[in-house]
């Protein structure tokens, strides 16, 4: 999945140049056929400089031709729109599985602080039980010397 988003990422922006492109030679026919048009709406070759109904089909004609082009441009508007929503929506599939495999390894870690928390109250457990019996031996070390030591002085 991985390697998919990669080799999509690295293919992405050459898309993203070639619909560029793609969008600007459309717009720019769009220009040329507007350019015409207007060329074609000045046209007036009939009796008395009015226009006849052969340029007003040719205009017509234009006008077709623009309508044609700006539906292209829409169709590769939204194809690019459509890209974009499907790069999004495999972004965020990324961002949901990093995310879920992120936040098993913060349970994993407080499992662990867990475990080492309990090891650690082990320990001075241990260390309390060690150091009481250390006193109460040297206590007990302690009064027998004194008990011993009062033996042999009366004695």
Known sequence: MKLLLLLFLLFSPLQDENASAK???LVEE???LHAQWQASESKKSGIF?????KDMKETNDWLERIISK???IVEELKLSGKIETAVIGQEKD??????????QDVQALKRALGERDKT????????RTFEWTTLIFFLTT???GYWIYRGKKGA
Do not use: V
Not at 120 to 127: A, G, H, K, V, W
């Open 142 to 144: 302690l009064g027998l």
């Open 49 to 53: 400089g009015n226009r006849t109904k």
């Open 30 to 32: 769009r220009q040329s």
């Open 23 to 25: 969008l600007e030679r």
């Open 70 to 72: 700006d539906n292209q």
């Open 120 to 127: 650690i109250e082990e320990m001075l457990s241990n260390r």
């Open 94 to 103: 990324d961002y949901k599985t990093i995310t879920l495999s992120l936040e």
